[in-house]
């Protein structure tokens, strides 16, 4: 399935200045810094003036003093994904790529996200949300499962927990990244992903990883994690996928790009996991490989995120 590209034509100069924000204070700082180096080498290479702004301290002085038309977010985790970010560009207004204020803290907010999945009949795991070591009732019969932080993204802080010995600790550990934590039930099969690009869901990509799960290693580091395009499903299925992502990735609100992830259980039924609204773009990331299997380049797919900045 190729990308439907309403307007091929490209005027770099139409972007004025754009400021890419990567960086930041969360726990994918690195991801993020990868992310915007090679969003700022894209656009620069392709004729649009731009300028990288470390979000990590004086984001406010430094858009200030560079005073950009349109900012490109690069970022990941808190303080950029989860509607931060995007409020304080709205103050500023300036126009900005990606979900907008609610959409962003509603996928970034795993346990909301999942109820309001689960409201209109969409489905997603059983889960739990654990605020501390006096609330695991719950959570125990939910093994074997998966431990996370409801706030954070890229894996980071997840376990898979069998015993309910092990679950008072997993759940500790995860709640370092501070906020609740999620527990949720551990379905068995494949992962899958749908990319999102300006109202279109791309090529489905199926992820086999080395180890237990598709953690922070396999998605960045490893190059052991296979991906598959095809995905192996039929078109019907396939079609299936991609509507059902495009469904959960709108009743959050989101807009412009983002990513839809699932799991498969043994009966062939696919479960929502998570949005991701500002997926990564390193050389390891899905949504290059998508927008490339649908057609799009790099360097076009940078220019498909931004065009849609201004359309909010």
Same mark, same amino acid.
């Given at each position: +399935?190729?990308?439907?590209?309403?307007?091929?034509?490209?005027?770099?100069?139409?972007?004025?200045?754009?400021?890419?924000?990567?960086?930041?204070?969360?726990?994918?700082?690195?991801?993020?810094?990868?992310?915007?180096?090679?969003?700022?080498?894209?656009?620069?290479?392709?004729? $649009?003036?731009?300028?990288?702004?470390?979000?990590?301290?004086?984001?406010?002085?430094?858009?200030?003093?560079?005073?950009?038309?349109?900012?490109?977010?690069?970022?990941?985790?808190?303080?950029?994904?989860?509607?931060?970010?995007?409020?304080?560009?709205?103050? +500023?207004?300036?126009?900005? #790529?990606?979900?907008?204020? +609610?959409?962003?803290?509603?996928?970034?907010?795993?346990?909301?996200?999942?109820?309001?999945?689960?409201?209109?009949?969409?489905?997603?795991?059983?889960? @739990? /949300?654990?605020?501390?070591?006096?609330?695991?009732?719950?959570?125990?019969?939910?093994?074997?499962?998966?431990?996370?932080?409801?706030?954070?993204? #890229?894996? $980071?802080?997840?376990?898979?927990?069998?015993?309910?010995?092990?679950?008072?600790?997993?759940?500790?550990?995860?709640?370092?990244?501070?906020?609740? $934590?999620? &527990?949720?039930?551990?379905?068995?099969?494949?992962?899958?992903?749908?990319?999102?690009?300006?109202?279109?869901?791309?090529? &489905?990509?199926?992820?086999?990883?080395?180890?237990?799960?598709?953690?922070?290693?396999?998605?960045? /580091?490893?190059?052991?994690?296979?991906?598959?395009?095809?995905?192996?499903?039929? #078109?019907?299925?396939?079609?299936? /996928?991609?509507?059902?992502?495009?469904?959960?990735?709108?009743?959050?609100?989101?807009?412009?790009?983002?990513?839809?992830?699932?799991?498969?259980?043994?009966?062939?039924?696919?479960?929502?996991?998570?949005?991701?609204?500002?997926?990564?773009?390193?050389?390891? #990331?899905?949504?290059?490989?998508? @927008?490339?299997?649908?057609?799009?380049?790099?360097?076009?797919?940078?220019?498909?995120?931004?065009?849609? @900045?201004?359309?909010?």
């Amino acid at each position: +399935m190729k990308y439907d590209r309403s307007c091929d034509h490209f005027d770099p100069k139409a972007f004025g200045k754009v400021a890419v924000l990567f960086g930041g204070n969360s726990a994918e700082r690195e991801v993020s810094l990868t992310s915007g180096e090679r969003i700022y080498a894209s656009l620069t290479r392709q004729g $649009v003036k731009c300028q990288l702004i470390d979000t990590c301290e004086n984001a406010v002085e430094q858009l200030q003093a560079y005073g950009p038309d349109y900012a490109f977010i690069a970022l990941h985790g808190r303080g950029g994904e989860d509607g931060t970010m995007q409020g304080l560009l709205e103050t +500023m207004g300036i126009p900005y #790529s990606g979900s907008g204020v +609610m959409a962003s803290a509603l996928a970034m907010d795993k346990y909301r996200c999942k109820l309001l999945w689960q409201s209109i009949g969409l489905p997603t795991p059983e889960f @739990a /949300l654990v605020m501390g070591a006096d609330n695991l009732g719950h959570a125990e019969s939910l093994l074997p499962a998966f431990v996370k932080p409801s706030m954070e993204g #890229s894996s $980071v802080g997840v376990a898979r927990v069998d015993r309910r010995e092990d679950l008072e600790a997993a759940c500790q550990r995860a709640g370092e990244h501070k906020g609740p $934590v999620l &527990v949720e039930s551990f379905i068995d099969g494949p992962e899958f992903t749908v990319g999102i690009l300006n109202d279109q869901a791309l090529p &489905v990509i199926r992820i086999e990883a080395e180890g237990e799960f598709y953690d922070y290693e396999a998605k960045y /580091l490893s190059d052991n994690t296979r991906y598959s395009i095809p995905c192996g499903l039929t #078109s019907i299925k396939e079609q299936e /996928l991609q509507a059902v992502a495009l469904t959960a990735f709108e009743t959050l609100g989101c807009s412009g790009w983002g990513r839809v992830d699932f799991m498969q259980d043994q009966q062939g039924r696919f479960w929502l996991l998570e949005v991701n609204t500002i997926p990564g773009m390193t050389d390891h #990331s899905l949504m290059p490989m998508a @927008a490339a299997d649908a057609g799009l380049s790099f360097d076009e797919l940078v220019i498909e995120i931004l065009k849609a @900045a201004n359309v909010r």
